[in-house]
């Protein structure tokens, strides 16, 4: 079991930044042997892929959509991944969520590797 815990989402303005932060509260295996990915959803779409971190944080995917705009990073010792977002625009409006893929090790963008997932942050951008 892996408990993942998402928080940082909020409302800005088209431009701003945002800081969105996961800690793994709860996990039965070692945080530093799975990869990380952030993933979101706006009302009436589906799920879509943001980033991705490999196990060990030297390895990173973006979605074309936010990539230059966002980074992706983790901190093993904190249990914690971090996804950072710039020049913010009114499409980034979306629920953010935390997932886990405890059976890979690299960053994967396909949200069905990922068996945990946390209960997810709002981020919205106002023009």
């Known amino acids: 079991q892996v408990q993942l815990v998402e928080s940082g989402g909020g409302a800005v303005q088209t431009g701003g930044s945002l800081r969105l932060s996961c800690v793994v509260t709860k996990s039965d295996r070692s945080f530093d042997n799975y990869a990380l990915g952030w993933f979101r959803q706006a009302p009436g779409k589906e799920r879509e892929f943001v980033a991705a971190?490999?196990?060990?944080?030297?390895?990173?995917r973006y979605a074309d959509s936010v990539k230059g705009r966002c980074t992706i990073s983790r901190d093993n010792a904190k249990r914690t991944v971090l996804l950072e977002m710039n020049s913010l625009k009114p499409d980034d409006t979306a629920v953010y969520y935390c997932?886990?893929?405890?059976?890979?090790?690299?960053?994967?963008?396909?949200?069905?590797?990922?068996?945990?997932w946390g209960q997810g942050t709002q981020v919205t951008v106002s023009s």
């Open positions: 997932a886990a893929d405890t059976y890979g090790v690299a960053p994967t963008a396909d949200a069905i590797d990922y068996d945990y």
């Open positions: 971190v490999d196990w060990r944080g030297d390895s990173r």
